[in-house]
């Protein structure tokens, strides 16, 4: 992708996309096939194969890498994968056994079990610190060679230096993945931050709407974007063809769909801070985030994930996500309808529960993705789930 210079509301509609050659369609046709014909034994168009290279495919790559590129003023390159877990998985197969990795320990559980119930056995090292509390240089030792991070986190929503860790990451010779799928390029482009690596779960609010699972990787390195190619084809975990193109069908609504997500969940926020039956609320744009500051500067806004604790036991905050109506009761997060769920029971059951308490993952703790509803009614029906929550 060749350095795109349109701000990212503009790119998530037209980056790395151009009508079709021979009818001028607007939108990329869907290439549903799985090989291509060869005019003579190696002679053919640039497609072999469809886990190879795909013209579909190739457009999803091309609009990603152009909105994680967006004012960078350098090339972006993308690959896409089945899921946002496979993107992850890709990522630590650059690495070989022996290798360390330093990872956030505010992680989505998906991953956490990636990396410590798959690589490991393959012989990968990690060490989960929180990067919101220690130093770069406490965090990141010499030998490292990996530094993997969200940042907001999934699901507290901690915010991580990441331009101080690339610094110090690059300092020791390793190299920087950010999990942007909270954020998104329209709030934040770790590249530009000095990240190397961009992963997403597409499956979130680059397609937005429910129905497809994905991930990419992104990067502006050339010789790291050619070895994230290598296993994309040589593992083989890539996407089906009609998910690409509906994932590229989401992206051109991102920057309306984040704007909305924004104003709703500030609204709920507000909302919820007000109630008494609330203990705690995180949202990075609040100014009561541990970590609002930095925030402020490293993002230019932020979507619809609030992440808050009941004042009442486990049964309550249990009671509250059952009795909500417009908040779906259900795991993922991005789409345009709200979502309600209890990550110790569901998203991160698989973090070992005295892990998840180190982390600071209470049993109680709800995550709420914030759609793109009536903002009235997404409050209503949170006021009518903590009535049934808190009866009298
Ligand atoms: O589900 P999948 O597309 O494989 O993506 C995994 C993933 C990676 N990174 C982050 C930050 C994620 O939140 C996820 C998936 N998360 C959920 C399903 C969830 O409800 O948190």
């Not at 991070?149 to 331009?163: C, F, G, H, Q, R």
């Not at 998203?347 to 049993?363: K, N, Y």
């Amino acid at each position: 992708m060749k350095h795109p210079t349109q701000h990212p509301e503009t790119l998530a509609i037209h980056g790395g996309q151009s009508p079709e050659p021979t009818t001028g369609a607007v939108m990329p046709p869907v290439f549903q096939t799985s090989t291509y014909a060869q005019e003579a034994v190696g002679q053919h168009k640039g497609y072999e194969y469809s886990r190879t290279q795909n013209p579909t495919r190739e457009k999803l790559e091309a609009a990603i890498a152009s909105l994680e590129g967006a004012g960078l003023g350098v090339p972006t390159f993308c690959c896409a994968f089945g899921s946002g877990s496979a993107a992850t998985a890709a990522v630590q197969h650059l690495l070989k056994a022996g290798d360390l990795v330093v990872s956030g320990d505010d992680i989505y559980g998906g991953s956490y079990r990636q990396f410590t119930r798959v690589f490991t056995q393959l012989g990968l090292r990690y060490r989960f610190v929180d990067f919101s509390r220690i130093s770069a240089e406490e965090a990141i030792p010499e030998g490292t060679k990996l530094v993997w991070l969200e940042s907001p986190t999934n699901p507290l929503l901690k915010v991580s230096d990441i331009a101080a860790l690339a610094a110090r990451a690059h300092a020791v010779g390793a190299i920087v993945a950010v999990d942007n799928t909270f954020a998104t390029p329209i709030y934040q482009r770790p590249l530009a931050l000095g990240a190397d690596l961009v992963v997403h779960s597409t499956t979130k609010y680059l397609n937005g709407h429910s129905d497809v699972v994905g991930g990419v990787v992104v990067t502006a390195n050339p010789a790291l974007y050619e070895r994230i190619k290598f296993l994309q084809n040589a593992i083989g975990a890539v996407p089906g063809i009609w998910d690409c193109w509906l994932t590229l069908r989401g992206i051109k609504t991102l920057a309306v769909r984040m704007a909305r997500h924004q104003e709703n969940a500030r609204a709920v926020v507000a909302w919820l801070k007000s109630r008494p039956e609330v203990a705690r609320v995180w949202y990075p744009l609040d100014e009561t985030h541990p970590q609002h500051a930095l925030a402020q500067r490293q993002m230019s806004g932020f979507g619809g994930m609030i992440s808050f604790e009941l004042k009442g036991d486990l049964a309550a905050a249990e009671r509250f996500c059952a009795a909500c109506e417009v908040f779906t009761l259900a795991e993922s997060l991005g789409g345009v309808e709200s979502l309600i769920e209890l990550p110790a029971a569901m998203t991160h059951a698989s973090i070992p529960p005295q892990v998840r308490q180190e982390i600071g993952i209470a049993d109680g703790l709800v995550r709420a993705s914030v759609g793109i509803e009536h903002v009235d009614d997404l409050i209503a029906d949170l006021e009518r789930a903590l009535r049934a929550a808190f009866p009298g």
